[in-house]
């Protein structure tokens, strides 16, 4: 499976001000993804992110909140913007290719004060 | 590390017993799906997977049962070890749509030596 690096792997953040998250897969691959799990919850998919092209936003997700990047086949970058208390979660990526299987990166845990 | 799945159903078994963690899910269109094992701090990790043209899948230590009439998925673990110890996640991906992962609630299970 890929190796997946997340940076940063956490951080506490004031609200109103901007985090980008950057993640790095050791190769190429097909499909990159997105997602948060809050305290004590499960993984919620926020987009997927395309290369070359918009990501793809899922119910509850949008752009301007979460902007997405993609220039390549092996990074992809999170922003979560006007941060406030309530986007305290990890934010984890995942990468997947043409089995369908997925590998989640370590995971940046964010606590928004 | 951060803990994860606070509030989440727990399975507490003795050292060396067999462990059956239970997933039901929702989509009856959903062809592919994984078992995840989540430990404190880290990202999920990828443990077994299933296609819907299967009803059993045996790795080392581990078997996954797909029952599709019921919709209905179950993990079990063989001779379990305190390394075991974690939160357990089952997910799927349906049939058509975008091929990203939809994530149960996941199950912690506590192995006692």
């Known amino acids: 499976s890929a190796v997946i690096s997340q940076k940063p792997s956490r951080d506490i953040c004031q609200r109103g001000t901007s985090l980008t998250i950057q993640c790095q897969v050791d190769?190429?691959?097909?499909?990159m993804f997105w997602y948060r799990q809050q305290p004590g919850q499960s993984l919620t998919l926020i987009a997927t992110?395309?290369?070359?092209?918009?990501?793809?936003?899922e119910s509850g997700f949008v752009i301007d909140k979460f902007p997405i990047s993609r220039p390549n086949l092996t990074f992809s970058t999170l922003t979560v913007s006007n941060m406030s208390p309530e986007d305290s979660s990890i934010y984890l990526c995942?990468?997947?290719?043409?089995?369908?299987?997925?590998?989640f990166g370590p995971g940046t845990r964010l606590t928004v004060l | 590390g951060e803990s994860v799945g606070l509030h989440l159903p727990t399975l507490s078994v003795q050292e060396g017993d067999n462990s059956i963690i239970n997933c039901a899910y929702s989509?009856?269109?959903?062809?592919?799906f994984i078992w995840y094992k989540q430990e404190s701090g880290k990202g999920p990790q990828f443990i077994i997977d299933?296609?819907?043209?299967?009803d059993k899948r045996q790795g080392q230590r581990v078997t996954v049962l797909l029952n599709k009439t019921v919709k209905h998925l179950s993990l079990q673990i063989a001779a379990t070890q305190p390394g075991d110890s974690a939160v357990y996640f089952c997910?799927?991906?349906?049939?058509?749509?975008?091929?990203?992962?939809?994530f149960g609630s996941g199950t912690r299970l506590q192995v006692q030596p």
């Open positions: 190769s190429q691959v097909t499909m």
């Open positions: 992110a395309n290369q070359g092209s918009e990501a793809t936003y």
């Open positions: 299933i296609r819907s043209n299967m």
């Open positions: 995942s990468v997947g290719g043409f089995t369908d299987t997925q590998y």
């Open positions: 989509n009856s269109a959903s062809d592919y």
């Open positions: 997910a799927e991906i349906p049939l058509t749509g975008r091929r990203a992962l939809t």
